[in-house]
Each structure stands twice: as C-alpha cells, then as structure tokens.
C-alpha cells in the first residue's frame, strides 16, 4: 500500500451525530477537513443534506416532549457531569484544536477551559429560569408568571473558537429545557462531535443535542427556516448574519447574531504604554488575528505616537511563529486558502496605494507575520473591512474627542478599548463609543461565560452569555386563577 492510501485509511471519518448515534450522511458524501498548517487531510466529514437536517430537527423535536419536563437538578447535574468529562480528556481537546483549527497550544488551552468553565455557569442556569407573582386587579384571582423553554434551538457555529461555540451555544440551550441542532463549521466539527459524545456519557437523552456537518452555503438555509426550529443562535460573517436575520424575521423566529468587527483600540497621552503595548499585541495577533474583536484600528495621541509605534513594532516582531505546540508560539496558519487570500489581498491593496508597512507583511508557508500598517486612508479595503488576519493599522489623533468620533465612524460595533489614566476621561469614552463593549485599559478581546456578549449595527443583534440566555431561550407565560371570593 503507498504512502498516501495508508494516510487515507488512517484519517477518522465523522458521521452526524443525531438521536445519541452516528448516522450517515443521507447522500453518502464526505467532505475533507483540512489541517491548515499544511493542508493535509486531518478528518472526513459527513457532507451533510436537508433530508438529514430535517432528520436531526425531527429528533431534537420529539426528544423535547420530555426534556423540557426534567427537573432542573437533572439538567444541572449533566452539565456538571459534562464539564468534568471535559476535564478528564482536556489533552485530546487541545490536540484536536491545534490540528483542525491550527490553534496555538496557549490559545487551545484557554479554549478548553473556557468551555468547561461555561459548562459549569450554564450548570447554575438551571436553577434559575423562574417567574413571579402578580398583584391581580380582579378580587379573588391568582396571578402569576413562569418561563417555558421554547422548543429546538439551532446553533450554527464558527471556525475560529469552534469549542467555545459548542458550549456556549448548546450549554445554556439544555440548561433551560430546549434541545439542539448544531451546524459546526466545515472547517472545524470534530469538536462539536466529540462534545456530544461527552454529552451522552454525561447522561444526556438521545436527541436533546444533535450535530450535523457540511457546508453551511448548502444547507444552512434548511435549519434556519426549518418549521420545528424556533430559535437561531449564529455566529459568523456580517453578510451570512443578515441573510439569517432576514430569514427568521420572515418566519417570526428568534435570532442571536454575534457578528464580525472592526474593533477600535484608543491610546491617550497619560496611558501606560508597555500596558498599551500588550494589549494591542494581544488584541491584534491572538489567534492570527481570527478573532471578531481583534483589535484592528488603533487611535494614538500624537505625544505617545512614536513610543508606542517602536515599542508595538518590536513586541510584533518578537512574537513566535514555530510549532504550534511550543508555548511561545503567538501565531499559527490561516485557516483555509480563500481566508489567505483575503488577507493578502488586504495587505496588498494597501501597499499599492500608499500605506506603510511598519513590521509584516510577508508569509511563512500558511502563516503571516504580524502585520502593522500605517498610512491607511479611506480607499483602502483595510480602513473599512475586517480583514480577520494578523494585520492592523494605527492612525494618529490629536484628542481624545478625535478618537473618539474616529472610533464610531463605522457600520461595526463589536468591542472597544481604551487605554488612559484618567478614569473620567476613560468612562466618558466607555460610555460614548458605539459598541457593545468597552474594555478601560484592557485587551479588546475578551470573553467571560456569564457576561452579556454581543454588539451593534453590523456586529449583530442581540446578545450571548448564561444569564442573558434565559431571556432568548424561554418565553414568558402568564396564569390565573379566579378563587372563591370569602363572602
């Protein structure tokens, strides 16, 4: 047998995950998921069709008839359960996210833990869906108010966190009595299959959480608009979020859409600069820059330009490009060929029409170095899109009302950050700044299980996060009872 078949034969091939069971693809196709260090062929996915979304809807729906009627301490206690498996084979996540994704060892084991500190959060939720007493208007009557999970949830999940995705938008879904259908990027399912299977051995029923893979451009459309779906949780391209939204206005759907940013990083002139420094490194090249809140627009005073330029020029240039499993790697390979060609043609179009290039631009295999711009004006692709890649682009400012303005003119608002020691000047900024979150000196990336994620205009609608889930996930009833009236 040649080389290339014995790699073949020892490549896993994936089914759909649907009612607790494997189940192949109702075409019998397969798709390659692609390693993108090298672009070797790291699993075989079950390309997925409508007839098997509906099959997996199906299931999700009649399962729900008796999950949403367990008790709350029954929900909790198979988070807690799940949570803990994720624990025990924390290797193996870690192993899967830097040879699908091509994750960073550092940036893996913050995921992984992430996912099981959210398993845990969404553990508590249960206890905490409730609704209230009424002062009624009518002698006699008994009012009140309680929450009933709505049905099958569909979660359609990204490539760049792909296990932060799964839990969170599955995790708080069961907590509160719904069951799950999950479109996992074709570029990165394998997570999202195996957290199924630690779903199952968790005590799970059959059908509360089901995955089907293949390409969303193919049959996305038939979760999103399938009848027994009654809520849409996306994460993804500004231009595949409004097509959703559209569809589930025209269906009376709920829809979450946490979209892309262009994420605005604000340096005055009092600011602690090496502070300002990390975090513009961090905000810019975790994760090659794959990252929604990446921190893409950095606004400086002029009195701390220079400074901060050399200081971030060097900190870029320091940061590791090596095995993805070595601690001080910073940055791995873009995730496919078409995202690579993006972010070159970004960079590229910038040059030629006058940026300059401060430190980066070039590539390594997959992989391009931390790229920083300067010079970027109006006509250029880099001023107004997300490049999601290692590039960024400083732009002096000569006040923070100039920042400030700079920093709202955009269709975008993910997250933001200032950096300042003069705290009135920094909430007036936080306050001021249209995005849905503002980090005072602190990263533009950031994310915790519990808080209210999201943001506005074209980086979505609504918001993620345990306990602004409950208001998503369940819909609100109100019951009265007409006692006898004491004579």
């Known amino acids: 047998m040649s080389t290339a078949a014995e790699n073949l034969k020892s490549i896993k091939t994936w089914d759909h995950w649907i009612a607790g069971r494997p189940v192949p693809s109702d075409s019998g196709q397969y798709l390659d998921d692609l390693n993108p260090e090298d672009d070797s062929v790291f699993a075989r996915l079950a390309a997925g069709t409508a007839q098997d979304i509906d099959k997996a809807v199906q299931a999700a729906q009649e399962t729900f008839t008796s999950y949403s009627k367990t008790l709350a301490a029954e929900r909790e206690a198979i988070l807690c359960k799940t949570a803990e498996l994720l624990e025990q084979n924390r290797q193996e996540f870690v192993d899967i996210l830097i040879d699908e994704v091509g994750s960073p060892v550092g940036k893996a084991q913050f995921e992984v833990q992430y996912a099981i500190g959210c398993l845990r959060a969404a553990a508590g939720v249960a206890r905490q869906v409730r609704g209230d007493t009424i002062p009624p208007d009518i002698p006699g009557r008994l009012s009140f108010s309680l929450r009933q999970p709505l049905g099958v949830i569909a979660s359609i999940t990204p490539f760049n966190v792909p296990l932060l995705k799964h839990t969170k938008l599955s995790a708080t879904p069961l907590a509160t009595g719904n069951t799950v259908v999950m479109l996992a990027s074709e570029m990165a399912s394998v997570t999202a299959l195996r957290l199924a299977e630690l779903y199952k051995e968790a005590g799970l029923a059959d059908g509360a959480f089901n995955v089907v893979t293949g390409l969303g451009a193919d049959i996305g459309d038939s979760l999103t608009t399938h009848p027994l779906v009654r809520t849409v949780m996306f994460t993804g391209s500004c231009r595949v979020g409004k097509h959703i939204g559209a569809l589930c206005g025209q269906n009376m759907k709920r829809v979450v859409l946490e979209l892309g940013g262009k994420n605005p990083l604000v340096i005055l002139n009092d600011a602690n600069i090496d502070a300002a420094v990390q975090a513009a490194a961090f905000g810019s090249f975790f994760f090659q820059g794959q990252a929604c809140m990446a921190s893409s627009r950095i606004y400086v005073e002029r009195d701390v330009l220079d400074e901060f330029v050399e200081k971030f020029k060097s900190t870029a240039e320091g940061l590791g490009i090596g095995d993805l499993r070595d601690p001080d790697t910073w940055l791995g390979p873009i995730i ?109 990336l950031a994310d915790e299980p519990h808080v209210p994620f999201g943001g506005t205009g074209s980086s979505g609608f609504g918001r993620e996060g345990t306990d602004i889930d409950i208001d998503t996930l369940t819909e609100w009833k109100w019951i009265t009872v007409q006692l006898p009236v004491a004579g």
């Open 336 to 444: 496919s060929e078409r995202q690579r060609k993006r972010v070159r043609s970004h960079i590229e179009d910038a040059k030629s029409k006058g940026a300059t290039v401060i430190t980066g631009g070039d590539w390594v295999s997959n992989r391009c170095q931390p790229t920083i711009l300067s010079g970027v004006t109006e006509e250029m692709v880099v001023c107004r899109e997300e490049t999601f890649g290692p590039v960024t682009s400083i732009y002096p400012v000569d006040s923070a009302d100039e920042a400030l303005e700079k920093a709202n003119d955009t269709e975008f608002g993910l997250s933001a950050a200032v950096f300042t020691q003069d705290i009135d000047k920094a909430l007036k900024l936080a306050q001021s700044i249209n995005a849905g979150m503002v980090h005072i000196n602190a990263p533009t």
